[in-house]
């Protein structure tokens, strides 16, 4: 009797459809070198939002220190972006599906300066604030477009390649844009918002250097086909498919953000106070996320039966950081699990991009981007709330361990189970 053979309809646990190695457009040359960093720049502007002027947000506190709620407005001209694009990208991923990507790619580069420069002349703190939301839309439509860009025009390897390098570029900058406002902030609280105005420069490059991507292209890319292949018949939108993925996302920006933004603090009840280790600390991490991410790179297969192991990984690095007793201890927790972080984010965006279509990649992709950018806006939050409940921030990390432990755990059971429910049966 020949073995029983699985049903198309039950695929194996996260066995997403991984297409081919082709890719639509060249992968070496000056516009195909202009056009990944172009799409990297892009991707980095709404970090640059994030935290460009957060060096700064103790001297805006002085200048408004006689406005009326001053102590919680100027803390949100620092995380109301994060919302905003939070909260718009999805609408974002609908206008990029019905209008074009690269359209809207460049308006809203353009609008990125005009909002990011407008405290320049503000004079009141609520509508700096409401400039800053603003941006947090413009950032929504950029990070949406030059994602669903890179599932455009690449595919396979090639296209996981550069998602992993978003990350790269992603944690890269937001040191670099640290220093930058740090720098720029001692000629006054308003200078940091003059380096929003760059968008200006990288929009008309856009313009030039990015193709317009069609349907057909597409299509080809999912299929490894040439841009001549006709459009696959649509399919309806992968809802629940994505909804499972990009709930793992929010979670996934909490265990992100967790060892960046908490470092200091951590240190400081360590009794370091000192900057430049705090500095060099923080810029560890960073680097342990970019090696994390360059792993991503050069592994091969499908990610998913490897986000047990990622998201194990990141929770033995909480575990360490929540015992450590002096700073080097610390130190080696943050580093594991950015490790972790460096190679969860492009897992869980790759995971994403293969359930889409051209048609609907917009839409999906918006989806993800505001899953990841609401689990950076609450992370501060749900850690000051388990803080509170337990008596330390380090306590507060050890419990996010034991999440990301229980996560882990829960996926290799769910990926067991499937396996086991579509493994021929024996002769």
């Known amino acids: 009797m020949p073995p029983s053979v699985p049903s198309p309809s039950s695929p194996p646990a996260y066995a997403e459809p991984v297409p081919p190695p082709g890719v639509i457009l060249p992968t070496s040359g000056a516009a195909h070198r202009l056009r990944v960093s172009l799409l990297m720049a892009g991707s980095c502007l709404p970090i640059l939002g994030a935290v460009l002027i957060a060096p700064v947000l103790p001297k805006m ?57 407008a405290p320049l002349w503000l004079e009141s703190l609520g509508a700096i604030v409401a400039s800053r939301a603003l941006v947090g839309i413009a950032e929504a439509a950029i990070m949406t477009c030059c994602t669903t860009l890179i599932g455009d025009y690449y595919s396979g390897r090639v296209r996981d390649r550069y998602l992993a390098l978003q990350t790269m570029c992603a944690s890269a900058s937001a040191t670099a844009f640290f220093v930058i406002g740090g720098a720029a902030g001692s000629a006054g ?29 597409g299509a080809a890319a999912e299929d490894g086909e040439s841009t001549d292949t006709a459009v696959a018949p649509k399919r309806s939108f992968p809802l629940r498919q994505l909804g499972g993925i990009c709930g793992l996302t929010v979670f996934g920006a909490l265990v992100f953000y967790t060892a960046p933004v908490e470092m200091s603090y ?19 991490a960073s680097a342990a996320t970019m090696v994390g991410a360059i792993t991503f790179a050069k592994l091969r297969g499908a990610p998913g039966p490897r986000l047990p192991l990622v998201f194990a990984l990141c929770a033995a690095g909480f575990a360490v950081m929540w015992l450590a007793d002096s700073a080097p201890l610390l130190i080696v927790g943050a580093v594991l699990n950015c490790l972790g972080t460096g190679l969860l984010l492009p897992s869980l965006l790759t995971i994403a991009m293969s359930k889409l279509d051209f048609a609907d990649r917009g839409r999906g992709t918006g989806l993800w981007t505001a899953s990841f950018f609401i689990g950076q806006f609450i992370c501060p939050l749900v850690l000051i709330a388990a803080k509170s409940a337990l008596g330390t921030l380090a306590a507060a990390v050890g ?29």
């Open 61 to 117: 506190q002085d200048h408004f220190a006689d406005v009326p709620g001053a102590g919680a407005l100027v803390p949100m001209a620092l995380t109301v972006p994060a919302l905003a694009l939070g909260l718009l990208a999805p609408f974002a991923g609908v206008i990029v599906d019905r209008l074009g990507r690269k359209r809207l790619l460049i308006a809203a580069t353009v609008l990125y300066a005009i909002f990011g420069t």
């Open 189 to 217: 609280w308003r200078a940091p918002f003059w380096i929003y105005a760059v968008s200006l420069l990288i929009a008309p490059l856009m313009a030039i250097g990015l193709p317009k991507p069609t349907a057909a292209t």
């Open 266 to 284: 951590l240190l400081d009840d360590l009794g370091v106070t000192a900057t430049s280790v705090i500095g060099l600390a923080t810029a560890t």
């Open 399 to 427: 419990l996010l361990g034991l999440a990301s432990a229980v996560v882990a755990a829960g996926l290799f059971l769910t990926a067991r189970r499937r396996a086991a429910a579509v493994a021929p049966l024996p002769q």
